[in-house]
C-alpha cells in the first residue's frame, strides 16, 4: 500500500531495538497503522461534484449500495407553518403557499428566502408552480458558500423548466398538454455546495393582504446534506459550462435509457386459477437488469390487478405487487415512459430496476384470478459486484378499498383528514419512489394532501410537502397524461371526474437513506366526504434482515376492480332512509352530460347534476332498499336560471308530470313530497325526464338532484 505525501503527513517514529518491537514502539506502530488505514479510505472517496452527481443519475447501480458518502434527504416546501405535530387538528392545515423561510433585503431588494441550508450538500430536485397575478413574474437567486453574489439569477421559469441552466428532462414543466403557467415546473439539475446554499425568490406582486400571503407561490425543494468530512465540490457557472458536455449526454441517456444485459430466461404459459409461472436464476456475480412481462386475458382490466409479480432475492421475498402497479399503468394499459418503467399501447410492460443478488433469484407470476391469464415472461441479468453495503430490491403493495374520504363525516372541515401510510420499513436502506392507483368517485380533486415522509424516528417528517399533485410533480389537478424520467401520470382520468388516476415518482438523486426505520405516509385530503379505492405501491432498497408493515394480500388482488363510481358507492338508501343525489347509479342518459356537482348549499356539499339535454330525454337512475314495505317519498332538488321542467317516474310509473326547476334569482334548493308508494326490497329505478323549460330560463335544460329520503310507514 503506498500513501503519498499529499494525502496525509509523514508518519514519525515506528520504535526500534535488536528487530523487536518495545512496548511503546509496538502501540506507535498500531496507532500509525490505524491512522495510516483512516487517512487512505478519506483519500479514496470521491469528491462530490457536478459531474459525479450527473454520473450517479444514469447509474443504476448507485441506489443498490447503501451510500458510501453517507447523507440525509431533506425537504424545504411552503408547507403551512400551522403543522406542527400529529396529535393537532392543524396537522392538515392546507394553506401550502407562499409561506417562506424569512423576508431580506439584499441591496435593496426585498428577498423572500425559500431554502436555506448548511453543507457540506446538494440540491437534487426543486418544483415550482404558481397563480395570482405576478406570482411567476420574479427573480430566482441561488447563492452559494455564503457569498452575497448568486451563482444564479434569472427568471424563474427560465431557471426551472426553461433552458437557462439544463436542457429537457433536468429542467422540464408537465403536463405538456397543460397551460404553461398550470403546470409543475420541475429542474433536476443537481446543484452542489460545500459550506452553505440559500434560495430567494425576489417578486414585487408578493404581499400580506385579508389575513394571507397573495398571489399564490408553491415550492418543494429536495437537498441532500453530507456527513461531515465528506468533500464537495461548490457549484459555479464555470464548471457548469464545463460539465455541459456531460449534461447533455445525460438528459439523452435520461430520455432514451439503454440497459445491458448478459442474459435472458423467457417463460411463457397460460395461468388458470392460482397458477403461476416463474423464472430462477442461480448465477453468482448477477443482478436482474429488466423484466418485460405482457398479459392477455378476456377481461384484462381484472388481470392486471389479480396477477401478481413475486419476486425473491437468496430465499427472502421483498416483492408482492399487481403486475399493473409494478410498472405503473393500474389496471387499465396506459402507455408511459420513464426511466424505470415503460408501457406500450399493445400492454407490452417492462421494468429495468436493478435487482442484485448473491447466489439467486426467483420470479414469479401468480394469477390469483378465476379466469385464464396468457403470461409472456422474460427476465435479463447483467454482471454485478456484491459488496457489504449492496442490498434487495423491494417492492410493498396495498390498496384501501372502499375507504371514506373523511376520518369521522361528522367532524368539520378543518379536523376530518387523516394520513395514510405507503409503507413502514424497520432496518437500513434507501427509499426510491412510489405510486398510487385511485379511484376517485365524485367530480372533485380528490389529493389535496401532503406526503411526510419520517426517517430514523424523527418527531417531524424530513419531507412534508404542498400538495399530491405537487408530491408526484405536475400542479393544479390537472388531468392531462404526462411521462417524465422520474415522475409520470399516465392517466388522470378521477382527477376531477369519477374514474382512475395513476401517478408514480422515482427518486433518483433524491433518494432517501435510512439506518434503522423509515416511515412514509400522505393526508387524505379529499375536498368531499365520499368513498375511493386508493392502492399504494412503494419501492425501495433494503439491507437483508429488514420488517415492513405492509404484508401480501391475496383477499385484496382478488377483489374486483372499479370502473364506475357505483363500484366503489353502491346505492344503498341508509339507514336513516336517506340517498345522496350524488350517490345514485346512472344507468341510462339519453342526451346531455351527466356529473357530480361540488359547492353551495347542498347536503354533503354535492348533488347529481344533469346538464344540455334535448327536450323528450331521460336520465335512468337506480337505488337499493333493504327491505320491503310502504314508504312516503321525499327529495330535496335543486333549481336555477338554468335549470329546466322535469318529470318524474318511479319504477315505471309517473309520480310527477311536471316540476318547474327554473329560479331567477340564482341556484336554491328545495323539497318535493311524491307521496306514499310500496317498493320493494333491492332495486329500484328513479327516472327524470327532460320536458320543456321556462320561458324566462337560460339555455341548459339542467336539473339537480340533492338528495332522496324515504320514511317507511309499515
Known amino acids: 500500500m503506498r500513501i503519498t505525501r499529499n494525502c496525509m503527513a509523514e508518519i514519525g517514529p515506528h520504535g526500534h531495538g535488536n528487530g523487536k518491537l518495545g512496548g511503546f514502539g509496538l502501540y506507535a506502530r498500531i496507532f500509525a497503522i490505524i491512522a495510516v488505514l483512516f487517512l487512505f479510505a478519506a483519500c479514496n472517496k470521491k469528491e462530490v461534484t457536478l459531474d459525479t452527481l450527473l454520473e450517479e443519475m444514469t447509474d443504476k447501480s448507485v441506489v443498490t449500495y447503501f451510500p458510501e458518502q453517507e447523507y440525509s434527504l431533506k425537504q424545504f416546501s411552503s408547507y403551512d407553518r400551522k403543522s406542527t405535530s400529529p396529535n393537532d387538528k392543524n396537522w392538515w392545515a392546507n394553506a401550502d403557499w407562499t409561506q417562506f423561510v424569512r423576508e431580506e433585503n439584499n441591496n435593496g431588494r426585498r428577498e423572500f428566502v425559500l431554502f436555506d441550508a448548511d453543507g457540506p450538500g446538494a440540491v437534487v430536485r426543486y418544483w415550482m408552480t404558481f397563480s395570482g397575478e405576478g406570482a411567476p413574474e420574479g427573480t430566482l437567486r441561488i447563492y452559494i458558500d455564503e457569498n452575497n453574489t448568486p451563482v444564479i439569477e434569472g427568471d424563474v421559469l427560465d431557471i426551472l423548466s426553461g433552458d437557462f441552466l439544463a436542457p429537457e428532462p433536468l429542467a422540464t414543466s408537465v403536463s405538456p398538454e397543460s397551460e404553461y403557467k398550470r403546470r409543475g415546473h420541475n429542474?433536476?439539475?443537481?446543484?452542489?455546495?460545500?459550506?452553505?446554499?440559500?434560495?430567494?425568490?425576489?417578486c414585487n406582486a408578493v404581499k400580506f393582504e385579508d389575513n394571507t400571503w397573495k398571489p399564490s407561490i408553491y415550492y418543494n425543494i429536495n437537498y441532500r446534506t453530507y456527513e461531515s468530512g465528506?468533500?464537495?465540490?461548490?457549484?459555479?457557472?464555470?464548471?457548469?459550462?464545463?460539465?455541459?458536455?456531460?449534461?447533455?449526454?445525460?438528459?439523452?441517456?435520461?430520455?432514451?435509457?439503454?440497459?445491458?444485459?448478459?442474459?435472458?430466461?423467457?417463460?411463457?404459459?397460460s395461468l388458470a386459477g392460482s397458477d403461476s409461472v416463474f423464472v430462477n436464476v442461480s448465477e453468482k456475480g448477477k443482478a436482474i437488469s429488466k423484466i418485460k412481462i405482457k398479459i392477455d386475458a378476456q377481461d384484462l382490466n381484472q388481470a392486471l390487478r389479480s396477477t401478481v409479480l413475486k419476486i425473491s432475492f437468496d430465499g427472502q421475498g421483498t416483492v408482492w405487487v399487481p403486475v399493473g402497479g409494478f410498472f405503473g399503468t393500474g389496471y387499465q394499459i396506459h402507455s408511459s415512459k420513464t426511466w424505470y418503467t415503460k408501457v406500450d399501447e399493445d400492454g407490452q410492460m417492462e421494468a429495468t430496476w436493478l435487482m442484485p443478488f448473491k447466489k439467486s433469484s426467483t420470479i414469479s407470476v401468480i394469477n390469483y384470478g378465476t379466469q385464464n391469464v396468457d403470461v409472456a415472461l422474460n427476465v435479463f441479468t447483467l454482471e454485478y459486484k456484491w459488496k457489504s453495503s449492496s442490498m434487495y430490491f423491494g417492492v410493498s403493495w396495498h390498496e384501501l378499498n372502499g375507504i371514506n374520504t373523511a376520518s369521522n363525516p361528522d367532524l368539520d372541515n378543518d379536523e376530518w383528514h387523516y394520513d395514510l401510510n405507503y409503507v413502514d420499513l424497520k432496518g437500513k436502506g434507501v427509499y426510491v419512489g412510489d405510486a398510487l392507483t385511485v379511484f376517485n368517485t365524485v367530480s372533485i380533486w380528490w389529493g389535496e394532501g401532503d406526503e411526510k415522509i419520517f426517517v430514523d424516528g424523527e418527531d417531524f417528517p424530513s419531507c412534508i410537502g404542498t400538495g399530491t399533485e405537487d408530491y408526484y410533480g405536475y400542479a393544479w389537478c390537472r388531468p392531462e397524461k404526462f411521462s417524465h424520467p422520474f415522475i409520470a401520470q399516465p392517466t388522470g382520468a378521477g382527477n376531477?371526474?369519477?374514474?382512475?388516476?395513476?401517478?408514480?415518482?422515482?427518486?433518483?438523486?433524491?433518494?432517501?437513506?435510512?439506518?434503522?426505520?423509515?416511515?412514509?405516509?400522505?393526508?387524505?385530503?379529499?375536498?368531499?366526504?365520499?368513498?375511493?379505492?386508493?392502492?399504494?405501491?412503494?419501492?425501495?432498497?433494503?439491507?437483508?434482515?429488514?420488517?415492513?408493515?405492509?404484508?401480501?394480500?391475496?383477499?385484496?388482488?382478488k377483489k374486483t376492480v372499479a370502473l364506475k363510481r357505483s363500484d366503489v358507492v353502491k346505492p344503498v338508501v341508509d339507514k336513516d332512509g336517506r340517498l345522496e343525489g350524488e350517490s345514485l347509479e346512472v344507468v341510462s342518459c339519453d342526451s346531455g352530460t351527466y356529473s357530480i356537482q361540488y359547492g353551495f348549499e347542498l347536503s354533503g356539499k354535492t348533488q347529481l347534476w344533469w346538464r344540455n339535454a334535448a327536450i323528450g330525454s331521460e336520465l335512468k337512475t337506480r337505488f337499493i332498499l333493504n327491505e320491503t314495505g310502504n314508504y312516503r317519498f321525499t327529495a330535496q332538488l335543486t333549481k336555477a336560471p338554468d335549470y329546466g321542467k322535469v318529470q318524474i317516474s318511479l319504477n315505471g310509473e309517473i309520480i310527477e308530470k311536471s316540476i318547474n326547476c327554473y329560479n331567477e334569482s340564482g341556484i336554491e334548493v328545495f323539497p318535493v313530497d311524491f307521496g306514499t308508494y310500496n317498493l320493494n326490497k333491492g332495486e329500484n329505478i328513479l327516472t327524470i325526464k327532460i320536458m320543456g323549460a321556462d320561458k324566462s330560463a337560460k339555455p341548459g335544460n339542467m336539473m339537480g338532484i340533492d338528495y332522496l329520503q324515504f320514511e317507511k310507514i309499515r
Open 187 to 202: 429542474l433536476y439539475l443537481p446543484i452542489p455546495y460545500s459550506k452553505h446554499c440559500k434560495i430567494t425568490y425576489e
Open 230 to 269: 465528506v468533500r464537495v465540490k461548490s457549484f459555479t457557472r464555470d464548471n457548469l459550462n464545463a460539465s455541459k458536455p456531460l449534461m447533455e449526454e445525460t438528459a439523452a441517456t435520461l430520455l432514451n435509457p439503454e440497459v445491458k444485459v448478459v442474459g435472458e430466461f423467457n417463460k411463457s404459459k
Open 496 to 557: 376531477f371526474s369519477p374514474g382512475m388516476t395513476v401517478n408514480m415518482r422515482y427518486r433518483s438523486l433524491d433518494a432517501m437513506p435510512f439506518k434503522k426505520e423509515l416511515s412514509s405516509n400522505i393526508e387524505m385530503w379529499h375536498w368531499v366526504k365520499t368513498k375511493m379505492n386508493y392502492a399504494m405501491t412503494a419501492f425501495w432498497y433494503v439491507e437483508p434482515g429488514f420488517e415492513s408493515n405492509v404484508s401480501p394480500s391475496i383477499e385484496l388482488v
